[in-house]
């Protein structure tokens, strides 16, 4: 596995194997990756294909999108009291990403075994993150199926996280 680019991270994880019993992780991976896309970032998405949009307003966009989606899970949390989110058997911290790959920070996975889990990246806007994936090694897991936008996400905040360390190999920080 030395052939792995990893660069250090920090991420609480939730997850479970997946045994037979795939359909709820299935549900709650497809309503994560529809809460991502509402009305309003389609929206944006076509005034950018088009052309009609600068960086300043494309910012100023994402922000109230952003700021859109945080009022919906407030009306969420007061009409039902909470986001439904399954409760997952395990939870771990992530230490060290890669584009594919992500390494615990303890031994906990069995090899072979297959797991569903959710994250949340420190990205603007921060981004929750549904996925599946096998374990490797006892601490380093492949990424099996993610979704499209959350895999750019993934890379963008791995590429963040790798010049953070640069810059503070370099003593620039």
């Known amino acids: 596995m030395s052939d ?20 709820k992780f299935e549900h709650e991976f ?8 509402n009305s309003i970032t ?8 088009r052309g009609e949009l600068d ?7 994402n922000i109230m999108a952003e700021l859109y989606r945080k009022m919906e899970k407030i009306e969420m949390l007061l009409s039902n009291g ?10 771990g911290l992530i230490d060290s990403i890669g584009l594919e790959h992500f390494k615990l ?27 599946y994936f096998e374990a490797v ?10 979704h499209v936008r959350d895999k750019e996400a993934w890379g963008y905040y791995m590429t963040a996280c790798e010049r953070v360390m640069i810059r503070q ?4 920080e």
């Open 105 to 131: 920070s303890s031994d906990s996975l069995e090899v072979g075994k297959h797991y569903y889990g959710r994250m949340e990246i420190a990205t603007f806007p921060k981004r929750e993150i549904a996925l």
């Open 4 to 23: 792995i680019r990893l660069v250090q991270a920090t991420i609480d994880l939730a997850y479970e194997e997946v045994l037979d019993n795939n359909e």
């Open 137 to 146: 090694e006892p601490s380093l897991a492949k990424i099996e199926n993610i």
């Open 55 to 61: 960086e300043t307003n494309a910012l100023m966009l």
């Open 169 to 172: 190999m370099k003593g620039l």
């Open 30 to 37: 497809n309503l994560i990756g529809v809460a991502e896309e």
């Open 42 to 49: 389609q929206g944006i998405k076509h005034v950018k294909v």
């Open 82 to 91: 909470k986001i439904n989110r399954l409760e997952l058997s395990s939870k």
